[in-house]
């Protein structure tokens, strides 16, 4: 638990080599540790500090600003159940509460078998589908008592794996960029000329 | 269990309008650079690699692209503000949708990945950009899947990186992902978030990143909708996107309106035509409101606007006459309360959502947030006094002094306030948790007094030796 892997401080390099500036692959790399561990661990935080040329705490700095990152274990299963207006209009307060009688635990807190993380969160974007939740970022819309309950029947017979992966686990498809298309990223420093294009039209 | 035309596009409904931006969302594979090609994809690039990239500029601020993240200041003349001669320059496009009741830049980023890329590269063209950066909110899985592989797809063809299309255009397009942040969505705080900080608003001046944005850079910041404009604009030319809608605001624009209609959905309109009206209560539209309820208020333009009442309905999406009603377009964003609505209640999810996400660089922002969330939920409760209804006033006042833009200034004799009105805050986090406030209170103050428990009060007297 801990630093990097391998494998992801070859993945950490490419996504640093995309920007004229490594500390912009702060968040990204965050990302990858929480995909890796579940939660962002010190000791991960203290390595990406050393491949983006920070210190620790200033990594910690702009992790702690985001909701995303948790600092400790939390649930396989992150349900995030949205309580703004459009939801709140339709609904989410029953939702909540009857979220939190089926598994027995308070908005913001994990069961006991580490199964399931609750939270309350602001809008996610589908409010003309309200009330709508997240299950690891995952969509579920207009939902009901109902709907949740099977939600969660399926999610702890593990039937939906396939569609919703342990909870770190963003986006399962990457950006590559092949080393003979790229330009590649330049510190802001060294550019001292207008773009060659803008010069005319651009040469077919 | 999802509303909508197509499942894939969940909550879109089309419409007998014209389709500048959701022609695609009719196919399963919008989101593929096959289908792409099939549907005149990557042809709008084309062209405008044909044409001197001044010319595309030219093309983009006559036609007058408003902006469509919520201050509707037109591209072709933000890009215009850049220095000359201070390179290199960088595009940012603000995919961090999070304003509440919008609903529109996710299903562009989901149903037509490679428009808002097309977009990206036409405007990189035609303001000398050399790097684009796709920021898209964290939360948003299937969005970032989706633009990967548009991404990916788009690279391996030749339409993105070096020498495009055999030209000597190149851009690089780096996909960024956020991590859950509302305030990322201002555009300083994006750029801030982008450079691996904690993603607080800058200090303004500089008004706009285009004088000093990414790494001190000019830096065009452009909303996801926008860009996705432009493919469409070049293969249609400008007198074809001027034909609709109306001079000021040409074109079509998403909208979202959820809430208490018969069926909340996302619809592409008619820029300064479609009138609120005809959103809440037309056949194509929402059809009415919920169990043939009367409408009591709705939310113009995300969670920032001031509310607007049955009075308003009338109005077109046209911001030179919204504004002077007393509130804004903002991001597309209709939120509707039927007469069974619970306002200060409903007023509530939208303050404590300003609250919980102020990034606290501003004081009155910070403080000021939190004290309307706690004396509106005191008040909520049944647990308030007289004084706190004052008081949720004067914390506003000290967010925004003066008048606040409101629907009914004009009854009450004040002024239509301008936008950007005043503020102590340095965003628009600040105001937008007051907006709720004040509309609320001003327009059903009834049902706050209602809820208000009568207190004696104790006079305490100093005790003298």
Known sequence: MARLTEENIRHSREIIGRYPKARSATIPLLHLAQEQDGYVTNEAMAHIAELVGASPAEVFGTASFYEMFKFEPIGKYLINICGTMSCALLGAEELMHHAEERLGIKMGSTTADGKFTLERVECQAACTEAPCLQVNYRYRYRVTPDHLDTLIADLSAETLVSEIPSHGIVASIRQHIPADRGVGAVAPELVTENPVWLDGKAAL | ?????????????????????????????????????????????????????????????????????????????????????????????????????????????ECDPHQLIEGCLIASYAAGLSQCFLYIRGEMALAQER???????????????????????????????????????????????????????????????????????????????????????????????????????????????????????????????????????GDEFCQGIRNGNDLKAFVPGGGSAPWFTPDQLDLPFEASQVGPAGSMLGSGAVMVMDSTTDIPRAALTLTRFYAHESCGKCTPCREGGTWLERILSRVVDGKGTDADLDQLFEVGESICPGAFPHASNEKLGIAAVPFPYRMNTICFVGPSAYAPVHSALTLFRSEFDARIVKRTMIKVTAVSE
């Open chain 2, 147 to 281: 633009i990967a592989a548009a991404l990916n797809e788009a690279y391996a063809a030749g339409y993105i990186g070096k020498n495009i299309l055999g030209s000597n255009f190149s851009v690089d397009i780096v996909l960024h992902w956020g991590a859950g942040a509302y305030v990322v969505g201002e555009e300083t705080a994006l750029i801030e978030s982008l450079e691996g900080n904690r993603g607080m608003p800058r200090l303004k001046p500089p008004y706009f990143p285009a004088a000093n944005g990414l790494y001190g850079q000019p830096t065009i910041v452009n909303n996801v909708e926008t860009l996705a404009n432009l493919p469409w604009l070049l293969n249609n030319g400008t007198a074809a996107y001027t034909a609709i809608g109306t001079a000021t605001s040409p074109g079509t624009r998403m909208v979202a309106v959820s809430g208490h209609v018969n069926r909340p959905g996302v619809f592409e309109i008619i820029n300064g035509i479609t009138t609120f009206r005809d959103l809440l209560y």
């Open chain 2, 1 to 109: 269990m999802t509303g909508g035309t197509w499942k894939h596009a969940p909550g879109f409904y089309v419409g007998d309008r014209p389709q500048v931006v959701t022609s695609r969302f009719q196919y399963e594979d919008s989101y593929t650079l096959e289908r792409y090609l099939a549907t005149d994809g990557y042809k709008g690039l084309r062209s405008a690699l044909a044409r001197p990239a001044s010319e595309i500029h030219d093309e983009v601020r006559n036609a007058t692209v408003l902006g469509r993240g919520g201050a509707g200041f037109p591209a072709g003349n933000k890009w215009g503000l850049m220095p000359q001669g201070v390179w290199p320059r960088y595009l940012v496009v603000n995919g961090d949708e999070s304003e509440p009741g919008t609903y529109k830049d996710r299903l562009l980023m």
